[in-house]
C-alpha cells in the first residue's frame, strides 16, 4: 500500500493522503549547526561580492545540501533583502552628505532668506 488514498478529495468522506518516511537511504541527515555554518559561509561570500550569486555558488549549493529546502529558501530572500537594505542605506548617506556638503551642492536657498 502506498499510503496515499488516490480517491480523496474526489470521494466524499474519503480521507486526506498520508504522508510515509522515506526509506533511510533517501533520508538527508542535516544539522542546526551545519546548516547555520553553510547559511553564514554563502551570507559572507554573498555580502562580499555585492551580492553576486555566480560567484557564491558553492556556498550557494552547501547551504542547499546542508539545510532543509525551506530554510535554505528563507536564507535566500534574506540575503538579498539585507542586500537590499545596505544599498538604500548607502544611498541615503550618500545623499545626507550631498545635502550637507559645503560646497554647495546643499539645498537651495530662496531669494528670500
Not at 526509506?23 to 544539522?31: L, Y
Not at 542547499?64 to 530572500?77: I, N, R, T, V, Y
Request: net charge positive; aromatic share 10%; with cysteine.
Amino acid at each position: 500500500s502506498s499510503g496515499i488514498n488516490a480517491e480523496w478529495p474526489l470521494r466524499p468522506g474519503a480521507s486526506p493522503p498520508t504522508e510515509q518516511a522515506s526509506p533511510p537511504s533517501t533520508q538527508r541527515k542535516w544539522t542546526k549547526k551545519g546548516c547555520h555554518a553553510s547559511r553564514d559561509l554563502y551570507y559572507n561570500c554573498y555580502h562580499a561580492e555585492g551580492g553576486s550569486e555566480e560567484q557564491c555558488k558553492d556556498q550557494y549549493d552547501a547551504m542547499f545540501a546542508e539545510c532543509p529546502l525551506s530554510w535554505a529558501k528563507f536564507f535566500k530572500g534574506k540575503a538579498k533583502t539585507q542586500r537590499h537594505v545596505e544599498k538604500m542605506e548607502s544611498f541615503s548617506g550618500q545623499m545626507n552628505r550631498s545635502l550637507n556638503s559645503p560646497l554647495g551642492d546643499g539645498p537651495v536657498k530662496s531669494a528670500d532668506g
